[in-house]
């Protein structure tokens, strides 16, 4: 029952870094995928709008070793941060 519900395709065991970034100028926040240690408060770059182009952003919160079943936005949708500045 589980498959079916999830429209055939189960999610990925793997474990993911998820980063919620605040943009310059913009108070929605964002949640990305960080291949680097980040902590709250550090300044990143992430990638945003259709581009994808680096824009600095400020770490609002950091979540270590979620499992693709749990993660906060879907794993095929969200994209990885760029850099540590």
Do not use: C
């Not at 793997?14 to 970034?21: A, L």
């Not at 259709?50 to 749990?70: D, L």
């Not at 906060?72 to 969200?78: C, G, S």
């Amino acid at each position: 029952m589980i498959h079916s519900m999830s429209g055939g395709i189960l999610s990925e065991y793997d474990s993911y870094t998820f980063v919620k970034v605040v943009f310059d100028g913009d108070a929605r926040p964002y949640w990305y995928v960080s291949d680097f240690d980040a902590e709250i408060g550090d300044r990143v770059s992430a990638p945003f709008g259709v581009g994808g182009a680096g824009k600095p952003a400020t770490v609002v919160k950091v979540e270590h070793n979620v499992s693709g079943q749990v993660a906060p936005v879907p794993i095929k949708r969200v994209k990885r941060l760029i850099a540590k500045l």
